[in-house]
């Protein structure tokens, strides 16, 4: 199982968003450059349609592939009370040659996306992962290098941490409480719930910008000291 909320950021202040994600994290952060190909399932698998993505890791010296499944998402009254969508997810490290082996299976190929941008990994009350990305689509098949955004402007941003059923609970806490940290820059809400860009965004980016200038101008005046 996984938790996850997903927001939206404008561009011009995604800097001061790495800013803040640097001070809470404190960990570094990693480029992302990630070709998804989604597939959905043909006729002769069955009545219900099967949707599976392939992730390829494009950030490697030797790109590495990943498959991923994402189920139904919890339902009742429980979930309908919490603020971050808790589903089912599984995801295996596969070869070069998975894309060929879904064909074989009669996988269709339903849509293609290079998400480009930087992720963090680190642990606060949950190992979570905060994703800020450029989603691009391909114009041509494959041709990731031709690739144009989607939304030009606007990156996404998503939250997610893995969680079991005994320990969702704490996992959705744990989620929820660090995305208050972010509220002043943006929404974050569950997938698919639009929840638009924040009207602080623009105040709370200058005020992270010049407290990042003057941190700058104090390490240097230590160096000088020096």
């Not at 992302?32 to 349609?49: D, Q």
């Not at 660090?178 to 974050?188: I, K, T």
Request: hydrophobic share 45%; with cysteine.
């Amino acid at each position: 199982m996984e938790c996850v909320v997903q927001g939206i950021i404008e561009t011009q202040y995604v800097e001061a968003l790495e800013i803040l994600l640097q001070g809470l994290c404190g960990v570094n952060k990693e480029r992302l450059r990630v070709h998804e190909i989604c597939l959905k399932s043909g006729p002769n698998l069955g009545f219900v349609a099967s949707e599976v993505r392939l992730l390829c890791d494009l950030e490697q010296s030797e790109p590495t592939w990943t498959v991923k499944h994402v189920g139904g998402a919890m339902r009742g009254a429980g979930a309908e009370q919490i603020s971050v969508l808790v589903r089912s997810m599984v995801e295996s490290k596969a070869s070069k040659n998975v894309l060929r082996l879904f064909y074989a299976l009669g996988y269709k190929l339903d849509h293609e996306l290079l998400r480009v941008g930087i992720t963090f990994h680190f642990q606060r009350g949950a190992q979570i992962t905060v994703t800020v990305s450029s989603v691009n689509k391909m114009l041509k098949l494959h041709a990731t290098d031709e690739a144009v955004p989607v939304t030009p402007g606007i990156q996404l941003v998503e939250v997610t941490a893995p969680a079991t059923s005994e320990n969702y609970n704490e996992v959705v806490a744990a989620v929820s409480s660090f995305c208050e940290y972010l509220a002043p820059l943006l929404h974050l809400s569950k997938p698919g719930v639009s929840t638009g860009v924040v009207p602080t965004a623009a105040a709370a980016a200058a005020s992270l910008m010049s407290d990042e200038v003057l941190f700058a101008r104090f390490q240097l005046f230590i160096l000088i000291e020096r």
